[in-house]
Structure formats: structure tokens, C-alpha cells
């Protein structure tokens, strides 16, 4: 039986989700000593671009196996841009729209934007191979040895 669930790397998505635990308790980790220093929303922010760090290369080393550059460090606040929307979203959706409580729906929210989210950070971080393309994050074609059919 294959299927788009057959297709899905759930290794990718343990380490993805494992990362965001980390995450999220490094932003909490950081938050807490900050707002003792500074105003509550400096210290959101800073915590904030922290852990956004901390994520960048916990995703690329551990999740996806790939090795960091400029260009995915840049694109990377995307998927924190897509996972904000998708969650505010989704917590409008059902407290408005289906009566759940406020202090449970940001849970349920997350939970419903993690698809999301694990599939922008991967197109961000695992771009898909082009058929010409060799590189850090690109497979090597199979080498071809002398006297033996390819």
C-alpha cells in the first residue's frame, strides 16, 4: 500500500517536532532571565530571534541532514511567518468558529500547523534536487567504473 503517508520521511517529522520542543523551551529558557532585564515585549523579541537561531540549526543539522548557508539562514523566518499565520488562523477557527475553549485552542492550533510549517521549513531547507544539479545538499550521480555496465 503506497500512499502520500507512505511517501511522508516520518524521521524528518519526529526530528522536526523534537526540534520544536527544544525550541520552544529555549524561548522560554531565554524569555524568562530577559524579562526580569527588560520590558516583557524586548524580551519576547529577543528570545524570539534566540530560538530562531537555535532552530535554524537544529533543523538544518539534525532534521534534515543538510548543511546551513546564507540564503536558507535568510529564508528560514518563513517558516516562523507560515507557522504564525497558519496557528492564528487555526485558533480563530475554533474558538470563533467552533466554540473551543481559548486555553486550549492555541495547543490544538500548533498542533494543526505543524504539517504546514515541516513542509515550508523542508522546502526551505531541502529544496528539491534538479535533475543537473550536484552540490553539499545534492546526491553525486552514481560513479560509473571502467568495464562494468552502468
Given at each position: 500500500?503506497?500512499?502520500?503517508?507512505?511517501?511522508?520521511?516520518?524521521?524528518?517529522?519526529?526530528?522536526?517536532?523534537?526540534?520544536?520542543?527544544?525550541?520552544?523551551?529555549?524561548?522560554?529558557?531565554?524569555?524568562?532571565?530577559?524579562?526580569?532585564?527588560?520590558?516583557?515585549?524586548?524580551?519576547?523579541?529577543?528570545?524570539?530571534?534566540?530560538?530562531?537561531?537555535?532552530?535554524?540549526?537544529?533543523?538544518?543539522?539534525?532534521?534534515?541532514?543538510?548543511?546551513?548557508?546564507?540564503?536558507?539562514?535568510?529564508?528560514?523566518?518563513?517558516?516562523?511567518?507560515?507557522?504564525?499565520?497558519?496557528?492564528?488562523?487555526?485558533?480563530?477557527?475554533?474558538?470563533?468558529?467552533?466554540?473551543?475553549?481559548?486555553?486550549?485552542?492555541?495547543?490544538?492550533?500548533?498542533?494543526?500547523?505543524?504539517?504546514?510549517?515541516?513542509?515550508?521549513?523542508?522546502?526551505?531547507?531541502?529544496?528539491?534536487?534538479?535533475?543537473?544539479?550536484?552540490?553539499?545538499?545534492r546526491p553525486e550521480p552514481?560513479?560509473?567504473?571502467?568495464?562494468?555496465?552502468?
Amino acid at each position: 500500500m503506497r500512499g502520500p503517508a507512505a511517501a511522508l520521511p516520518w524521521g524528518q517529522v519526529v526530528r522536526f517536532t523534537a526540534v520544536g520542543v527544544v525550541n520552544t523551551a529555549t524561548f522560554y529558557a531565554c524569555y524568562l532571565p530577559l524579562h526580569r532585564l527588560l520590558p516583557y515585549f524586548a524580551a519576547y523579541t529577543a528570545g524570539f530571534v534566540l530560538s530562531l537561531v537555535g532552530s535554524f540549526f537544529l533543523n538544518t543539522y539534525f532534521t534534515y541532514r543538510t548543511r546551513p548557508t546564507w540564503r536558507k539562514f535568510l529564508l528560514f523566518p518563513l517558516t516562523q511567518a507560515t507557522n504564525y499565520a497558519v496557528q492564528s488562523a487555526g485558533l480563530v477557527a475554533l474558538v470563533s468558529w467552533l466554540g473551543m475553549d481559548s486555553v486550549a485552542a492555541p495547543l490544538a492550533a500548533a498542533l494543526l500547523a505543524l504539517p504546514v510549517t515541516f513542509l515550508v521549513s523542508r522546502r526551505i531547507l531541502r529544496p528539491p534536487a534538479r535533475p543537473d544539479a550536484t552540490g553539499p545538499d545534492r546526491p553525486e550521480p552514481p560513479a560509473v567504473r571502467p568495464g562494468r555496465a552502468a
